[in-house]
């Protein structure tokens, strides 16, 4: 089993959650930096590093100020096969199962595989839903595929339920980013009952009713991007419902 995944059997054997800032490389250093200080101070469980244009270039840069200033887990969250780097630890091997496009289903995942096999990255297969956020994501248009409504727990569920099936290890749920709503309680609750995989939720989690909201419903482990980005605050908010959230869940 990876790495990340025993970190988030771990995290859910001790009856907690995590929490996963997401850095998007196409800022400024300085930003970047000041982000993974606040991630280093509030113990953030996980960096993402990714986004649906990033190049390696940028993508290098920011993994070296992320590795020398954090030293928890920093998983590449890719938006296409060119976002490889071995300064990070791992990757999630993402197949966009809510979309009908067959690149971001299987055809990039090819391209990439040979890369990561030489590679001493942390492989984590990964289902990734997009869910309809109230607005068109990048994700959404960068890929050309449809989000999952909003209103249909049932799709995402059985969508879900599919991944596992074909032996994927973890559910990344995802309004994506910047998302004007996050995922709804039913619809994350849905799937955590019908499959029990480590999962996911991120997109457009900007306060702490949001984060405890989708915690409460199942969420193993939430990502913040944007807000932190907007608000370096939130990163500490969030941080704080992550801790005293503690034993008072059991879903
Ligand atoms: C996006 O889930 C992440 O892929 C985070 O979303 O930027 O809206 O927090 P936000």
Redesign the pocket.
Known sequence: MSNLLQQIYTIKNEHKKGLAV?IDPDQPSESVLNIVQLCKSHLIDFIFVGGSLVTSGVLSKTLQIIKSHFEGPVYI?PGNEFMIDEQADGILFLSLLSGRNPEYLIGKQIVAAPTLAKSNLDIVPTAYLLIDGGRETS?SYISNTKPIPADKPDIASATALAGKLMGMQCIYM?A????LHCISPKMIAQVKKQVHLPLII????RNAEAALNAYKAGADII?????AEDDKSLIQTIANVRNTIGHSIEV
């Open positions: 997401l969250f994700v995802d994506g980013s910047g998302a991120g997109g457009g989690i990502v913040i991007g944007n807000g």
